[in-house]
Structure formats: structure tokens, C-alpha cells
């Protein structure tokens, strides 16, 4: 897995690139929660439950079913997160959804029961660019560097500018828009023949 952190960017990124106004903070701290929980699944190691079981790690809990589930529990909260069920739905879904699709391109691991419960095939991206991280006992190490500079170059990087290009796109309509109202209503340009 993407370590933890990572997972919470993804909606953390969508949230600056949007906009309190779209997003609200409430709904984006639900969608950060929301993109790490399919980790929890690492509960189960306790319970005896092993990786490849269909409710281990990486197994159920990281399927588009239960970004979809997640998404229509959300949409329940939708007044609470103060957003439309809609809204809410779709933001909550995507960032579970994102969460195994950043799995995808680890290296290691069994791969994502992406398509759960209608199969249990566990799926790798074609390309596997981002070092798998290690589990607590052994993140703060070497290998633990080695991740996050992984991630730093595959994942923060590349989400930090397409964020920040949104922003500013953001801004400049909002500029180009704000000089468009303050003219006077009938005002065109002239062009001399």
C-alpha cells in the first residue's frame, strides 16, 4: 500500500482544486477519512483472517462495491457534510475508489479484489511504479524512506501541481469573470472598417 498519508491526498488535493464552495471542509475531511479506511482491513491479521482471504488485506474492503457502499452511506449524511446526497455519493465513493487504484501500482503485495464480490481475481496496474510501504513495525526505516520518496515522485508531485494548476484556472475565470460583469451592459469594442 500507498502509505497512509497518501491515500488522504487524493481528496485533500480534489478539495483545494475545487473549492470550499464545491467542497465543503466537512465533506473533504469525510473524504479523507473515507480514502484510507479500506486499510482497516489489516484488523483481520489479528483475527486470524489471512491476506488472500476475500476479507483480508487488499480483499473486499478495497473493491469498487465498497467505494460504492461507502459513497451511498455517505449520501445518508449529505445535510450533515452540507452538500446534495448527490455530491456527497459521488466525493465519498471516489475517494474509497481511489484508494485501491493507488494500490494498483505497488510493487509487492497479492494485488486488489478490485471487482469483489463478483470476483475474487486479485489485480496489479500494467505499471507498478510506487514502492509498497512497509506496516508499522517497520515504516520508520530505510525501506520506509525508499516509499516515501516513491510516492513523492508518482503520486505527491504530480497531485500537488494538477492542484495547483485547477487553482489557479479557478482564479482566472474568476478574475476574467468578475472584469466581464464590471463593464457597462451594451459595452462592445468597436472595429473600425
Known sequence: MPTIFTHALI???AG??????????K?????????MLPDADVAMFKLGIEYAH???????????AFAVFCGAFAAGF????????????????????????????????L???LFW??????????????????FANRFFSARGAEVLASELRWIWVPVGVMAGLA????RRHATLWERRQSRPHGWRSRVRP
Open 11 to 13: 481528496p485533500l488535493a
Open 16 to 25: 483545494v482544486a475545487l473549492g470550499r464552495t464545491r467542497l465543503p471542509p
Open 27 to 35: 465533506l473533504v475531511a469525510a473524504g479523507m477519512v473515507a480514502a
Open 54 to 64: 476475500d476479507f483480508g488485506h487488499r480483499g473486499a474492503s478495497h473493491s469498487l
Open 78 to 109: 449529505a445535510r450533515w457534510l452540507k452538500v446534495r446526497a448527490v455530491t456527497a455519493f459521488l466525493f465519498i465513493a471516489l475517494s474509497v475508489a481511489s484508494h485501491p487504484l493507488l494500490d494498483m501500482l505497488t510493487d509487492g503485495g
Open 111 to 113: 494485488g486488489v479484489a
Open 117 to 134: 464480490p463478483w470476483s475474487d481475481a486479485r489485480h496489479f496496474a500494467p505499471w507498478q511504479v510506487i514502492e509498497v510501504s512497509p
Open 167 to 170: 487553482v489557479w484556472l479557478r
